[in-house]
C-alpha cells in the first residue's frame, strides 16, 4: 500500500460498490406532485397562546429552569467524592498557584497596582463556580483582554492628570502622584469590570450568545497575535526598566517602540538579565512539559518556581538598593470591603466595554467548548454570558479588572486531573492565602520577571502565524482576514482593530454571496446524476437545453450577477435577442409595404428580379403614410435560426428551454422573485421556456407569498428534481420531432404604424408589458 503523503505513487483505487438501485415513479412536477401527496398542515399558534404557553409553570418546568440558571444544582449532586476529590485538589493547587503569578503579572497590562490582579484571580471563580457551565476552565486575567483594560484605564487615567509640583529646587519640576494615580485608576477598572458584566448579562438575559459565531476563527487567531504583540512591546519595556510615555489609540504601539528604542541607554541591567533568564528558563521547562505530558504526572510550575528563586535573590542581593532594580515593592494585605464603583464613568467607556464583553465571552467560550468536546459534555453559550456578566459584576464590587480564562492556567487545572470547578474553588483558596499572608514576602520581586512570565506564556499565541500558510492552502479568504485582522489591530489597537476586522470578514461574506459558484450541468450517461460540465469529462448536455445550477441565495445584492450567469450559461443576451428580432421585423414589414418583399404561409419571399434592396441601412426609411397598403392580414413564418431577408444580425438562439437547478438556493427576497419573472417573461418572449428544478418548500411558499405565480408563471413549470425537469422536456421534444429550427407566427397587420414606433429605443426591464403587447400586435 502507498504511503498516504507519497505523491509519487498512483492514487488508491477506490472500490466499487457492488449494489444499484432502480426506481420506477412518475415524472414530477411541483403541482403534481402536492395533488398527489397532501402536505402537513401546519399549526400556526397566535402570539396570545405563544405567551400563554410560555409563561405557564409547573413544578417539573421551574425546577428545570432553576437548574439551567444555577448549574451547579445539576452537577454537585452528581460529584464523585473518592474519584474525582483527590484529583481536583492537586489540579486546584497547581492552577492556584500559577494564578496567583498570573495575576500579579496581569496586572501590569491592566495598569493597576499588582495587589489587585490577586483580587482578579480570587473574586470571580467564586461566582463562576455557581453559574458556570464549564468543568474545566480557570476563570481570571487573560493577557488580551487585561491589555484591553490597560488601554482604556490608560486612557482614562493617564499620568498627566497626577502631576504635581516636585521637592527639588527647580520651581517647575512636576512628579507624578502615583497614590492618587492609582486609587483612580483602580475605580476605572472596577467600573469597566461592572459595566462588562452588565453587558454580558444582558446578552445572556437575551439569548444573544450565537454573536460569538460572527467572530471566525481566523479574526480570533488574527487578533489574538496582534495582541500578543501588543502585550510583548507593553512588557519589554518593563523588562528594560525603561520608562516611556503611555501612548494610546492608532500607532500606540509604533510610538512606545520610537520612545524604548531613544531610552535603550537607560537600560537597566540587573532587570534586564533577570527577564531574559526567566524568558529562557520558562520557555524551556513549558516545551519539556509538553513534549513529556504523557510521561510527566503533574506540569513541573516553572513560573512559581523561577518567582520563589527570583524574589529570594533580589531579597538577598538588595537589588533595588544596589543596582536600581524595580521591584514589587508593596502588596495589600487582605481584602478590600466591597463599594460601587462611580457609575458616573460609564459614559466614557461605553464602546469599548462592549468589545471587551464580547472578547473574553468569546475567549472563554471556545476554550470552553474544546474542553467540552474533549470530554464529552456541552457548555450552554448563553448561560456563559450570564455567569462570567454576574462574575465581572460582582468582582467589580471588589475592586476587581474584567475576568475571563486563561489559556495556560486552563491546560494546567486540566492536564493535573481537574474534574470539575471543586479545582477552581481550592485554586481561589491558593490564592485567598497569598493575599492575606503571603503578599509581604513578594515585595522583593522583581517586576521584571513578572514580565518576563508574561511574555513567555505568549508563545502559544505567536505560534498561531504557523496557521497562516495552512489557511492559504485551504482557504485564501480565511488568510486574508487574518493577515488583515492582526495588521490593522496592531495599528489601530485592539478595540478599532477587532471592529475593523469584523466588519471586513462580513464583507468577505457579503461578496461571497454577491458573487458565488455557478455551473452549467450536463447528466451522467444513463443516470439521473447532473455534474459540472467544466469539472467532469464524458458528460451529455441534452440537445436544445441548458442547465444552470446556482449555489446562492438570490436577493436584491446579487440580481445583476444571477442574469450574468444565465447569459453566460445559454451563450446569448435574451434582451438583445429580442430587441434584434423586433428590428428584423420592423424592417420586413416596411419591405413587404414598399413590394420588395412578398409574404406568405410558407414564408418571405423576395420577388424575382427585383434589386437587393433588402438589404438597406437605417437611414432609408420612407413614410409609412406614403405606402398604399391593403390592410390585409398576412400570417408568415419566420426562421430566426436561417438567413434573413434583411441586413440585421440577429443572434442565434440554440436552445428551446433553460431548466435552473435551484436546490442550493436558500432563501428569496421581494427582488429576486420579481427578477425570476422578468427573466421568465425575457425568455417567453424569444420562445425559450425557462423551468425550475429542486426548490426548497419555503422558497415555494416565498413565491407564492410574493404572487409570482399566475397565467405565465405555473406551477407545472417546476419540478422536484432536475432529472424530472429533463425527462418531461424530452417526452415534449418526442411529440414535435421533425421541427428543425424555432418557428415565430406573426399576424402582420399592415395599417398598423403606432406599435413600430415604440421600439426605437433599446427596452428596459419595466417595460416588458409595452414590449410584448408590440410583439402581439406584429406577431402571433
Known amino acids: 500500500m502507498a504511503a498516504p503523503g507519497n505523491r509519487s505513487e498512483p492514487p488508491q483505487q477506490l472500490p466499487e460498490y457492488n449494489c444499484s438501485y432502480v426506481v420506477s415513479r412518475p415524472v414530477y412536477s411541483e403541482l403534481a406532485f402536492q395533488?398527489?401527496?397532501?402536505?402537513?398542515?401546519?399549526?400556526?399558534?397566535?402570539?396570545?397562546?405563544?405567551?400563554?404557553?410560555?409563561?405557564?409553570?409547573?413544578?417539573?418546568r421551574a425546577f428545570g429552569v432553576l437548574k439551567a440558571l444555577l448549574p451547579i444544582l445539576e452537577w454537585l449532586p452528581k460529584y464523585r467524592v473518592k474519584e474525582w476529590l483527590l484529583s481536583d485538589i492537586i489540579s486546584g493547587v497547581s492552577t492556584g498557584l500559577v494564578g496567583t503569578l498570573q495575576g500579579m503579572a496581569y496586572a501590569l497590562l491592566a495598569a493597576v497596582p499588582l495587589g489587585y490582579g490577586l483580587y482578579s484571580a480570587f473574586f470571580p471563580i467564586l461566582t463562576y463556580f455557581i453559574f458556570g457551565t464549564s468543568r474545566h476552565i480557570s476563570v481570571g486575567p487573560f493577557p488580551v483582554v487585561s491589555l484591553m483594560v490597560g488601554s482604556v484605564v490608560l486612557n482614562m487615567a493617564p499620568d498627566e492628570h497626577f502631576l504635581i509640583p516636585g521637592n527639588g529646587t527647580t520651581s517647575n519640576t512636576t512628579v507624578v502622584d502615583s497614590v492618587a494615580r492609582d486609587a483612580e485608576r483602580v475605580l476605572v477598572a472596577s467600573a469597566l469590570s461592572l459595566l462588562v458584566g452588565i453587558i454580558q448579562l444582558i446578552l445572556g438575559g437575551l439569548q444573544i450568545g450565537f454573536i460569538v459565531r460572527y467572530l471566525a476563527d481566523p479574526l480570533v487567531g488574527g487578533f489574538t497575535t496582534a495582541a500578543a504583540f501588543q502585550v510583548l512591546v507593553s512588557q519589554v519595556k518593563i523588562v528594560l526598566n525603561v520608562s516611556t510615555k503611555n501612548y494610546n489609540g492608532v500607532l500606540s504601539i509604533i510610538y512606545t517602540l520610537i520612545e524604548i528604542f531613544q531610552n535603550i541607554r537607560d537600560t537597566n541591567i540587573a532587570d534586564l538579565i533577570a527577564g531574559l533568564l526567566t524568558i529562557v528558563i520558562c520557555m524551556a521547562v513549558k516545551e519539556i512539559n509538553d513534549r513529556f505530558k504523557h510521561k510527566i504526572p503533574v506540569p513541573i510550575p516553572i513560573e512559581v518556581i523561577v518567582t520563589i528563586i527570583a524574589t529570594a535573590i533580589s531579597y538577598g542581593a538588595n537589588l533595588e538598593k544596589n543596582y536600581n532594580a524595580g521591584i514589587v515593592k508593596s502588596i495589600p494585605r487582605g481584602f478590600l470591603p466591597p463599594s460601587l464603583p462611580p457609575v458616573s464613568l460609564f459614559s466614557k467607556m461605553l464602546a469599548e466595554s462592549f468589545s471587551i464583553a464580547v472578547v473574553a465571552y468569546a475567549i472563554a467560550v471556545s476554550v470552553g467548548k474544546v474542553y467540552a468536546t474533549k470530554y464529552d459534555y456541552t457548555i450552554d453559550g448563553n448561560q456563559e454570558f450570564i455567569a462570567f456578566g454576574i462574575s465581572n459584576i460582582f468582582s467589580g464590587c471588589f475592586s476587581c479588572f474584567v475576568a475571563t480564562t486563561a489559556l495556560s492556567r486552563t491546560a494546567v487545572q486540566e492536564s493535573t486531573g481537574g474534574k470539575t470547578q471543586v479545582a477552581g474553588i481550592i485554586s481561589a483558596g491558593i490564592v485567598m492565602i497569598a493575599i492575606v499572608a503571603l503578599g509581604k514576602l513578594l515585595e522583593p520581586l522583581q517586576k521584571s520577571v513578572l514580565a518576563a512570565v508574561v511574555i513567555a506564556n505568549l508563545k502559544g499565541m505567536f505560534m498561531q502565524v504557523c496557521d497562516v500558510p495552512r489557511l492559504w492552502r485551504q482557504n485564501k479568504v480565511d488568510a486574508v482576514i487574518w493577515v488583515f485582522t492582526c495588521v490593522v489591530s496592531i495599528i489601530l489597537g485592539l478595540d478599532l482593530g477587532l471592529l475593523a476586522g469584523l466588519v471586513f470578514a462580513l464583507f468577505t461574506v457579503v461578496l461571497r454571496v454577491q458573487f458565488p459558484s455557478w455551473n452549467s450541468l450536463g447528466s451522467i450517461p444513463s443516470t439521473d446524476i447532473y455534474k459540472s460540465t467544466k469539472d467532469y469529462k464524458n458528460i451529455e448536455e441534452p440537445e436544445g437545453v441548458k442547465i444552470l445550477r446556482y449555489s446562492s441565495p438570490i436577493f436584491y445584492a446579487n440580481v445583476d450577477g444571477f442574469k450574468k450567469c444565465i447569459k453566460s450559461t445559454v451563450g446569448f443576451d435574451a434582451i438583445r435577442v429580442y430587441n434584434k428580432r423586433l428590428k428584423a421585423l420592423r424592417r420586413i414589414q416596411k419591405l413587404i409595404k414598399k413590394g420588395q418583399l412578398r409574404a406568405t404561409k410558407n414564408g418571405i419571399i423576395s420577388d424575382a428580379g427585383s434589386p437587393n434592396a433588402a438589404f438597406e441601412t437605417d437611414e432609408d426609411i420612407e413614410d409609412l403614410e406614403e405606402l398604399d397598403v391593403p390592410t390585409k392580414e398576412i400570417e408568415i413564418q419566420v426562421d430566426w435560426n436561417s438567413e434573413l431577408p434583411v441586413k440585421v444580425n440577429v443572434p442565434k438562439v440554440p436552445i428551446h428551454s433553460l431548466v435552473l437547478d435551484c436546490g442550493a438556493i436558500s432563501f428569496l427576497d421581494v427582488v429576486g422573485v420579481r427578477s425570476l419573472r422578468v427573466i421568465v417573461k425575457e425568455f417567453q418572449r424569444i420562445n425559450v421556456n425557462v423551468y425550475f428544478a429542486s426548490l426548497q418548500d419555503h422558497v415555494m411558499e416565498k413565491l407564492e407569498h410574493c404572487g409570482f405565480f399566475d397565467d405565465h408563471h405555473r406551477k407545472d413549470t417546476f419540478f422536484l428534481t432536475v432529472h424530472?425537469?429533463?425527462?418531461?422536456?424530452?417526452?415534449?421534444?418526442?411529440?414535435?420531432?421533425?421541427?428543425?429550427?424555432?418557428?415565430?407566427?406573426?399576424?402582420?397587420?399592415?395599417?398598423?404604424?403606432?406599435?413600430?414606433?415604440?421600439m426605437d429605443a433599446e427596452l428596459a426591464e419595466e417595460e416588458l408589458d409595452v414590449q410584448d403587447e408590440a410583439m402581439r400586435r406584429l406577431a402571433s
Open 35 to 60: 395533488q398527489k401527496h397532501e402536505r402537513r398542515l401546519q399549526e400556526r399558534k397566535t402570539l396570545r397562546e405563544s405567551l400563554a404557553k410560555s409563561c405557564s409553570c409547573s413544578r417539573k
Open 724 to 758: 424530472d425537469a429533463i425527462l418531461y422536456l424530452q417526452n415534449q421534444v418526442k411529440s414535435t420531432k421533425g421541427e428543425d429550427s424555432i418557428l415565430e407566427t406573426i399576424n402582420l397587420i399592415q395599417d398598423c404604424k403606432d406599435p413600430l414606433e415604440l
